[in-house]
């Protein structure tokens, strides 16, 4: 079973920037896709980026030029860095890890942290 922990959440005054960190964990797992995902109360879970094993980035649109996402593949973390923030952004951010367990490496799991709090305050 992968592992996945996040860390970096907070509370931010609107404008400011907010560093997310995520690292994954386990016996015997190969990772692909990494990502974050963001949930604000009442409202449904949404994808906010991803970074695959070769570096390839994709962004929501509301990110974009805002939030950068990179990975060190060495150590299995991906971090969010957030910036101009919003108070719109606030939300529990959640990071997921797309990996293969041995010796089944063509079958592909998601796996999900707990969550990280970020607060943007007006």
């Known amino acids: 079973q992968v592992r996945v922990a996040e860390s970096g959440g907070g509370v931010v005054q609107a404008g400011g920037s907010l560093r997310l960190s995520c690292s994954a964990s386990?016996?015997?797992?190969?990772?692909?896709?990494m990502g974050w995902y963001r949930q604000a109360p009442g409202l449904q879970r949404e994808f906010v980026a991803s970074i695959t094993d070769v570096g390839s980035t994709s962004y929501q649109a509301f990110a974009q030029g805002r939030f950068t996402i990179s990975r060190d593949n060495a150590e299995n973390t991906v971090s969010l860095q957030m910036t101009s923030l919003k108070p719109e952004d606030s939300a529990v951010y959640y990071c997921?890890?797309?990996?293969?367990?041995?010796?089944?490496?063509?079958?592909?799991?998601?796996?999900w942290g707990r969550g990280s709090e970020v607060t943007v305050s007006s």
């Open positions: 386990g016996d015997r797992f190969t990772v692909k896709d």
């Open positions: 997921y890890v797309r990996a293969a367990n041995q010796p089944t490496w063509w079958e592909e799991h998601d796996y």
